[in-house]
């Protein structure tokens, strides 16, 4: 990513709530990310269409495979990188964060593009509602991006105000 100092070394684990954590994903990593993708298609397949047309109903194991391994070889080069969610014991892929060089979506001096999902059994959690929070701030502190564009927009539960005036 052109936006990234040339002697960057982007974060390997990232502790987060509760025993989760994130780390770069990798082409190992299909066992847990395939049941996880798919567990959530059509629930991604409406966030990521238009984006990238991903996940598609007919993807196999394979295609995720030569997707991850894609992935991690961006990685390596810094081109783009995925960080996937995990529990503690790396057992579940619980989530994404995709961070992506800007591109005509994104508005003039984006720093870097950026998107996350938690599978459907994590919507309105607690591991949810904290990267809500954690991941613009470790955008800023730990990537030094000052200016996110997060595409497409977050998914935000809808709460009810806390009381009436």
Avoid at 55 to 77: F, N
Avoid at 120 to 130: A, H
């Amino acid at each position: 990513m052109n936006c990234l100092p040339e002697d960057f070394t982007h974060p390997e684990l990232v502790g987060l709530s509760s025993g989760y954590h994130m780390r770069p994903i990798r082409e190992s990593d299909v066992d847990i990310d395939y049941p996880a993708v798919m567990g959530s298609r059509e629930r991604l397949w409406d966030k990521y269409r238009d984006a990238w047309g991903w996940p598609s109903a007919s993807m196999s194991y394979e295609a995720d495979r030569q997707d991850l391994a894609r992935h991690e070889a961006e990685i390596a080069r810094h081109e783009t990188f995925n960080y996937a969610i995990l529990d503690r014991g790396e057992t579940e892929l619980l989530g994404c964060v995709y961070i992506d060089p800007p591109d005509s979506r994104s508005p003039p001096g984006s720093d870097a593009m950026v998107s996350w999902w938690v599978v459907d059994g994590m919507i309105g959690s607690e591991l949810e509602r904290f990267l809500d929070g954690f991941v613009p701030s470790w955008l800023r502190d730990a990537w030094g991006f000052n200016a996110v564009h997060y595409f497409p927009e977050p998914e935000r539960p809808t709460e009810p105000p806390s009381s009436l005036s």
